[in-house]
């Protein structure tokens, strides 16, 4: 944990890990375990008329319909026999199937994939490229809502600790030139520019595409502060840069598509950072849909009771109540955190100590903000206090010196304007 | 599934920088530790009691306010016991014990709980205090009559007295580098003017307090009674003179710094300090008081919730009053 340095009167100076040594080299191989578990986004409703059961044959790369009544559909991962389809919510109550496979040892691959990626048909490949390692909704840049002028290639990791990304551009350079060049196919052409931390730009330039640098301090790897600082736009507050025509993809994601198309077999490994409870990392690679504890069980890394267990980094990660919970297809890293390294949040209002004004990245006035989130006006911090400006970096808890868990209050402000939106909406009709 | 591993959940971020409103809190007392013992060197036992009396009391009425309100009890986060700290070094050695009773009561109680804690007072408590047993027991707070019965080798007159009723030519007894040095009447740990300084500038290295609101405090000071002095120094003391006597550097660095009454914003804090240096200046030359520092404070926490409205605009925030 990086704490306040002695001496500190500005903004706190987070820096992302490096990948400078050679001992982060070795990437380790996780065994594909027995069973594997696949989120869809789809419907509650789909469970009642689902197109497959329990007992089907599934093999890897197979393209399935969830229910005849919905476009949701999910690539599998794995060889085997599905056993199980529970519904499940996601963050902010995102409706979720999940389908439980059991898995065969001996991956069989479904033949219509290759197929598919060949024929460049943007319907046919978007549905099966849907959700690649890396590239968790490449159907948003395939069908985009406002034109795509750019496709930023993130070669930086979202948060601290975290090395997937830096890994791939580091290592499969030659891989990004030919994804890539696919990338640009099915998404009509755009200008694709590669994003990397200023120390990888040598190896960053075999892309082929241009290189734009970015130093590596927190938060300067999320796309609202790429946007601002290398591409010198400003997204909207309460919009995404796609609706400026700019779309993100992580290096992994376009790694991923390469090996799609030259192989013709799916992508079915992700990488991931493995941050254990000394906070030294391990990459891994291991393949979608495994359940978490068997990656742990594999670094020996134990979870007791009173632990945390975090998917994502310390600062934006999801922390989730089981290990049963399966690596997904944009999970860059894994925290486990030891229950004497829990910082819980305080009782104590805001003492307006400024600690959150200097270290917000998008000068929000969180002192005020954090006042009416905690009396639930939600609309009213949107208007007057800028509360969908904030682009989620976690900074002002980081820095509360009343630990009060202000991104959690802003997530729950902007969760209940967009239900307070969608309730509007239906009674407008 | 009974025998399930329960695992601790909660919100990103799941680290912290590791400060706390606590250790604010005792940064805050240490930094003041070298003026205070100036004033306890200086005057005895009388002065130590007043400053633990203080302190002391300030944590009581806390906790009583804490028990009444049925709130947890906050006397652990050291704010309460800052306030009594301040009081204690604003108020002369020879204060009655009644007085610090009364004066921790108006700070704490009226200055800070009834506004809902921490946090939520709109006023400096210690100054509330301050001006309160001002404006009720004059003597009480006038230096010269308080600590008539001192002598310890220095003139025994309250500096910003002399110049308010003998003018400037009074004055040039006091050098600067003696005031400095703490040879001056005064609150007890308002006098060590090196000692504040160097409490001061701990505070704002380590971040403790927001330089902007410090310096500006100064800088407006000294802009101003430079001006004055400029216009008539027959009439109106140094800049030098304003920044080392009297409440000036006590005021820039524990008083107008206090979180909840000051504004976090940079512009806002600038203005925040610089309006009350300015207005202290002010007060000591053509004003009713002989130290504006208090009520200059005062009137500039009244302000803070309208100057903090002068903010960057938000990443993204359009305007819609163009």
Same mark, same amino acid.
């Given at each position: 944990?990086?704490?306040?340095?002695?001496?500190?009167?500005?903004?706190?100076?987070?820096?992302?890990?490096?990948?400078?040594?050679?001992?982060?080299?070795?990437?380790?191989?996780?065994?594909?375990?027995?069973?594997?578990?696949?989120?869809?986004?789809?419907?509650?409703?789909?469970?009642?008329?689902?197109?497959?059961?329990?007992?089907?044959?599934?093999?890897?790369?197979?393209?399935?319909?969830?229910?005849?009544?919905?476009?949701?559909?999910?690539?599998?991962?794995?060889?085997?026999?599905?056993?199980?389809?529970?519904?499940?919510?996601?963050?902010?109550?995102?409706?979720?199937?999940?389908?439980?496979?059991?898995?065969?040892?001996?991956?069989?691959?479904?033949?219509?994939?290759?197929?598919?990626?060949?024929?460049?048909?943007?319907?046919?490949?978007?549905?099966?490229?849907?959700?690649?390692?890396?590239?968790?909704?490449?159907?948003?840049?395939?069908?985009?809502?406002?034109? *795509? =002028?750019?496709?930023?290639?993130?070669?930086?990791?979202? !948060?601290? &600790? #975290?090395?997937?990304?830096? $890994?791939?551009?580091? %290592?499969?350079?030659?891989?990004?030139?030919?994804?890539?060049?696919?990338?640009?196919?099915?998404?009509?052409?755009?200008?694709?520019?590669?994003?990397?931390?200023?120390?990888?730009?040598?190896?960053?330039?075999?892309?082929?595409?241009?290189?734009?640098?970015?130093?590596?301090?927190?938060?300067?790897?999320?796309?609202?502060?790429?946007?601002?600082?290398?591409?010198?736009?400003?997204?909207?507050?309460?919009?995404?840069?796609?609706?400026?025509?700019?779309?993100?993809?992580?290096?992994?994601?376009?790694?991923?598509?390469?090996?799609?198309?030259?192989?013709?077999?799916?992508?079915?490994?992700?990488?991931?950072?493995?941050?254990?409870?000394?906070?030294?990392?391990?990459?891994?690679?291991?393949?979608?849909?495994?359940?978490?504890?068997?990656? *742990? =069980?594999?670094?020996?890394?134990?979870?007791?009771?009173? !632990?945390? &267990? #975090?998917?994502?980094?310390? $600062?934006?990660?999801? %922390?989730?109540?089981?290990?049963?919970?399966?690596?997904?297809?944009?999970?860059?890293?894994?925290?486990?955190?030891?229950?004497?390294?829990?910082?819980?949040?305080?009782?104590?209002?805001?003492?307006?100590?400024?600690?959150?004004?200097?270290?917000?990245?998008?000068?929000?006035?969180?002192?005020?903000?954090?006042?009416?989130?905690?009396?639930?006006?939600?609309?009213?911090?949107?208007?007057?206090?800028?509360?969908?400006?904030?682009?989620?970096?976690?900074?002002?808890?980081?820095?509360?010196?009343?630990?009060?868990?202000?991104?959690?209050?802003?997530?729950?402000?902007?969760?209940?304007?967009?239900?307070?939106?969608?309730?509007?909406?239906?009674?407008?009709? | 599934?009974?025998?399930?591993?329960?695992?601790?959940?909660?919100?990103?971020?799941?680290?912290?920088?590791?400060?706390?409103?606590?250790?604010?809190?005792?940064?805050?007392?240490?930094?003041?530790?070298?003026?205070?013992?100036?004033?306890?060197?200086?005057?005895?036992?009388?002065?130590?009691?007043?400053?633990?009396?203080?302190?002391?009391?300030?944590?009581?009425?806390?906790?009583?306010?804490?028990?009444?309100?049925?709130?947890?009890?906050?006397?652990?986060?050291?704010?309460?016991?800052?306030?009594?700290?301040?009081?204690?070094?604003?108020?002369?050695?020879?204060?009655?014990?009644?007085?610090?009773?009364?004066?921790?009561?108006?700070?704490?109680?009226?200055?800070?709980?009834?506004?809902?804690?921490?946090?939520?007072?709109?006023?400096?408590?210690?100054?509330?205090?301050?001006?309160?047993?001002?404006?009720?027991?004059?003597?009480?707070?006038?230096?010269?009559?308080?600590?008539?019965?001192?002598?310890?080798?220095?003139?025994?007159?309250?500096?910003?007295?002399?110049?308010?009723?003998?003018?400037?030519?009074?004055?040039?007894?006091?050098?600067?580098?003696?005031?400095?040095?703490?040879?001056?009447?005064?609150?007890?740990?308002?006098?060590?003017?090196?000692?504040?300084?160097?409490?001061?500038?701990?505070?704002?290295?380590?971040?403790?307090?927001?330089?902007?609101?410090?310096?500006?405090?100064?800088?407006?000071?000294?802009?101003?009674?430079?001006?004055?002095?400029?216009?008539?120094?027959?009439?109106?003391?140094?800049?030098?003179?304003?920044?080392?006597?009297?409440?000036?550097?006590?005021?820039?660095?524990?008083?107008?710094?206090?979180?909840?009454?000051?504004?976090?914003?940079?512009?806002?804090?600038?203005?925040?300090?610089?309006?009350?240096?300015?207005?202290?200046?002010?007060?000591?030359?053509?004003?009713?008081?002989?130290?504006?520092?208090?009520?200059?404070?005062?009137?500039?926490?009244?302000?803070?919730?309208?100057?903090?409205?002068?903010?960057?605009?938000?990443?993204?925030?359009?305007?819609?009053?163009?």
């Amino acid at each position: 944990m990086i704490k306040r340095p002695f001496f500190g009167c500005g903004k706190p100076k987070l820096a992302y890990a490096g990948i400078d040594g050679p001992e982060q080299g070795d990437i380790k191989d996780i065994p594909v375990s027995e069973r594997a578990v696949l989120f869809v986004e789809a419907p509650p409703s789909a469970i009642n008329d689902l197109s497959f059961q329990a007992g089907d044959k599934i093999k890897t790369g197979q393209n399935l319909r969830v229910s005849p009544f919905s476009k949701a559909a999910f690539t599998s991962t794995v060889t085997g026999a599905i056993s199980n389809v529970a519904k499940k919510k996601g963050y902010l109550g995102k409706p979720l199937l999940s389908v439980s496979i059991d898995v065969t040892e001996t991956d069989e691959f479904d033949e219509d994939f290759a197929r598919a990626v060949q024929t460049e048909e943007p319907e046919e490949t978007g549905r099966y490229l849907s959700e690649l390692p890396g590239a968790a909704d490449l159907n948003a840049l395939i069908h985009p809502k406002t034109p *795509l =002028e750019t496709i930023v290639v993130n070669g930086m990791d979202k !948060d601290l &600790l #975290v090395t997937t990304q830096q $890994m791939i551009v580091k %290592s499969k350079a030659d891989d990004l030139k030919e994804g890539i060049e696919y990338l640009k196919k099915i998404t009509g052409n755009p200008k694709v520019v590669l994003v990397v931390p200023n120390y990888l730009s040598t190896e960053a330039s075999k892309s082929g595409v241009e290189v734009l640098t970015v130093a590596p301090s927190y938060p300067n790897s999320l796309p609202e502060m790429i946007m601002k600082d290398v591409l010198k736009k400003v997204v909207p507050a309460g919009m995404d840069s796609m609706s400026l025509g700019v779309g993100f993809i992580s290096a992994e994601g376009v790694a991923s598509l390469k090996s799609a198309v030259t192989e013709g077999k799916p992508p079915v490994a992700k990488m991931v950072t493995v941050i254990g409870k000394d906070e030294k990392t391990q990459v891994v690679r291991v393949r979608v849909g495994t359940p978490i504890h068997s990656v *742990l =069980e594999a670094l020996q890394i134990p979870m007791e009771q009173g !632990d945390r &267990l #975090v998917m994502g980094g310390p $600062m934006t990660g999801r %922390s989730i109540y089981t290990e049963e919970m399966p690596i997904l297809p944009d999970t860059d890293a894994i925290m486990v955190q030891g229950r004497d390294r829990i910082v819980l949040n305080g009782n104590d209002p805001c003492i307006n100590c400024g600690e959150c004004i200097r270290a917000c990245p998008v000068r929000i006035p969180v002192n005020m903000l954090v006042r009416l989130l905690e009396n639930s006006q939600y609309e009213n911090a949107a208007r007057e206090y800028d509360l969908l400006s904030c682009i989620e970096c976690g900074l002002c808890s980081y820095v509360c010196e009343a630990k009060i868990p202000v991104f959690h209050y802003i997530m729950l402000g902007k969760y209940e304007l967009s239900l307070m939106e969608r309730a509007e909406e239906s009674a407008n009709g | 599934m009974d025998n399930r591993k329960l695992f601790v959940s909660s919100h990103a971020p799941y680290w912290h920088n590791g400060s706390s409103i606590a250790s604010k809190s005792y940064n805050i007392m240490l930094a003041a530790i070298p003026a205070v013992l100036m004033g306890i060197y200086q005057y005895g036992a009388p002065a130590l009691g007043v400053i633990t009396f203080s302190i002391s009391c300030a944590m009581i009425w806390e906790l009583v306010m804490n028990l009444i309100m049925k709130r947890p009890i906050s006397i652990g986060d050291g704010n309460a016991a800052v306030i009594g700290l301040m009081i204690g070094m604003l108020l002369p050695a020879a204060t009655p014990w009644w007085v610090v009773l009364i004066g921790t009561f108006l700070a704490i109680v009226v200055g800070k709980q009834i506004f809902g804690g921490i946090g939520c007072n709109p006023l400096n408590p210690a100054l509330v205090a301050i001006a309160m047993l001002f404006l009720s027991w004059k003597g009480i707070m006038d230096f010269n009559e308080a600590l008539l019965n001192y002598e310890l080798g220095f003139p025994m007159v309250y500096p910003l007295s002399t110049l308010k009723y003998f003018g400037v030519e009074a004055i040039s007894e006091f050098s600067a580098g003696a005031l400095l040095m703490g040879a001056q009447i005064g609150g007890i740990g308002s006098t060590f003017g090196l000692g504040l300084i160097i409490g001061g500038i701990y505070l704002i290295l380590r971040g403790f307090i927001r330089w902007e609101i410090a310096l500006s405090f100064l800088a407006g000071v000294f802009i101003t009674a430079l001006i004055f002095n400029a216009a008539n120094p027959d009439v109106y003391a140094g800049p030098f003179f304003h920044l080392l006597t009297g409440y000036t550097l006590i005021g820039a660095f524990f008083l107008s710094t206090e979180d909840s009454s000051s504004p976090v914003n940079f512009i806002p804090m600038l203005i925040y300090g610089a309006l009350a240096g300015f207005l202290t200046v002010l007060i000591r030359n053509i004003g009713a008081m002989v130290d504006g520092v208090v009520f200059a404070i005062l009137m500039l926490n009244l302000a803070n919730p309208l100057l903090d409205k002068i903010r960057p605009k938000a990443l993204g925030k359009e305007m819609e009053n163009a």
